[in-house]
């Protein structure tokens, strides 16, 4: 299984992006995925997961301002993020997990996300 971030980038306070998560080598609907970020000096944090039965979660601080959807045809997860904030920077990691598994054991590099305000 192999995972890759894309579509990070630099913006201003109020503004949108949508990095995406590509997963390859393990059947689409046999694993779920999960959108992290770790800002300097801080731990790393979750931020919104989606299973493979669609069932989302996301974390208080962004919830109503990102969204995690799965593209069935190009096995690629995105993550709509609008109103972004300066405390939303950081570097961004995509992470899967197989169904039945303990945690997320395969991780793509990170995009990095900049909110200036």
């Known amino acids: 299984v192999s995972v890759a971030e894309s579509g990070g980038g630099s913006v201003q306070a109020g503004g949108s992006l949508r990095p995406s998560c590509r997963v390859s080598g393990y059947p689409y609907r046999a694993y779920g995925v999960a959108w992290f970020r770790q800002a300097p000096g801080e731990q790393r944090e979750g931020v919104a997961s989606?299973?493979?039965?669609?069932?989302?979660y996301y974390a208080t601080s962004v919830k109503d301002r990102f969204t995690i959807s799965r593209d069935e045809v190009d096995h690629i997860v995105y993550l709509q993020m609008n109103s972004l904030k300066p405390e939303d920077t950081g570097m961004y990691y995509c992470a899967a997990m197989k169904n039945g598994a303990g945690g997320y054991n395969y991780w793509g590099q990170g995009t990095q996300v900049t909110v200036s305000s």
């Open positions: 989606v299973d493979s039965d669609e069932d989302k």
